[in-house]
């Protein structure tokens, strides 16, 4: 039994990880300001396992006492604002966020000397922006085009600096489209995958920002935390970074397609300008993950149906 820091952990990619931390036999400490989170996401959790504080994680000098009272043995750094259009509107209130609150966990851990087995810090594809070369490889160019990716990839570099400088064992993750149960579809700045999936049981119109034909890799999350899980328990897997995705590249468009096929309903679309700062096409090249033991379950038909199944009833 381990003892686990999950910050954003009532968020979508927090509680799906949450719950299988629980399920392994550890104790999850969860940190969210439930901006984007809900508290319900944890409802399936055994609540003596887990210990729930609505804080925000820039909340500097929470964070450092918990940090040294709690003496964690792993820290997952999930809490961010995880949209790139938020970024777009609220570049200073969104960089606290996502890069000087975790320079604060990275500095306390330091500064106390804690002794921690992984701190894993969530990146994101962002970074590699609109560089025309696909897939994209961990080697690949950097071209963020948005706060959220300079924060993004500003977090990530200090995570590996400051890994190797103090000897803290740090890993990063660049996320690419991440979808599936839980994901909160209530905001404009929702992952794509969810606000489709609520218009489409709600009758709702979809606002398409472009002509659909931008490209995701996207990703099922049973996919996502299968790689936090294996690169957490790898300790090879320090001061590097690693894509998390399918490897495979799919339209807008062509996803809805999956969608109404697969709901025997019709998307009503109404078709915006390009957002600013949106990337045209992503995909990734998983082979750094693959050697490590990484296989991709889904693809995008088997992961909308089980995304499907699991969200019917909500
Ligand atoms: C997603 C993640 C981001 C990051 C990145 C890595 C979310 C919210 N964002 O950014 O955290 O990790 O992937 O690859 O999960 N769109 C519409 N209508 C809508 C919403 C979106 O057309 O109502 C478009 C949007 O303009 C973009 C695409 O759908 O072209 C995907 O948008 P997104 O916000 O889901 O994801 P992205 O790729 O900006």
Not at 49 to 67: A, E, N
Not at 147 to 173: N, Q, W
Not at 205 to 212: A, P, V
Not at 231 to 237: G, N, R
């Amino acid at each position: 039994m381990s003892k686990y820091l999950v910050t954003g952990g009532a968020g979508f990619i927090g509680s799906n990880l949450v719950e299988r931390l629980v399920e392994d036999g550890n104790d999850v400490v969860i940190v969210d300001d439930l901006s984007m989170g809900k508290i319900e996401n944890l409802d399936c959790i055994p609540k003596k396992h887990i210990t729930f504080y609505k804080r925000s994680i820039t909340d500097f000098g929470f964070m450092s006492r918990l940090l040294i009272t709690e003496k964690f043995d792993y820290i997952v750094l999930l809490g961010a604002v995880a949209s790139v259009a938020d970024s777009v509107d609220r570049p200073a209130e969104t960089h606290s966020i996502n890069q000087e609150a975790n320079i604060n966990v990275y500095e306390t851990i330091r500064k106390h000397a804690l002794r921690v087995k992984k701190v894993l810090f969530a990146s994101s594809a962002a970074v590699y922006g609109d560089d025309p070369v696909l897939p994209k490889k961990e080697t690949s160019n950097i071209v963020p085009l948005t706060p959220y990716a300079i924060d993004k990839f500003s977090s990530e570099r200090y995570a590996i600096v400051y890994g190797k400088l103090y000897d803290i064992p740090t890993v990063c993750t660049r996320f690419f489209n991440v979808y599936g149960p839980r994901q909160n579809p209530e905001s404009p700045y929702s992952g794509v995958l969810s606000i489709v999936q609520s218009c489409l049981k709600t009758g709702k119109t979809f606002k398409l920002f472009g002509d659909g034909e931008q490209t995701r890799d996207f990703t099922y999350i049973d996919d996502v935390i299968d790689a936090l899980l294996l690169l957490l328990s790898t300790p090879e897997a320090k001061w590097d970074v690693y894509n998390v995705a399918t490897g495979k590249r799919t339209s807008l468009n062509s996803v809805i397609d999956s969608f109404e096929k697969a709901t025997g309903k019709e998307l009503d679309i109404v078709y915006a300008e390009k957002r600013k700062g949106d990337i045209k096409d992503s995909f990734a090249d998983v082979t750094k993950l693959k050697g490590l033991g990484y296989m991709p379950k889904y693809d995008i038909e088997s992961g909308l149906k089980k995304y499907l199944e699991l969200t019917v009833r909500d």
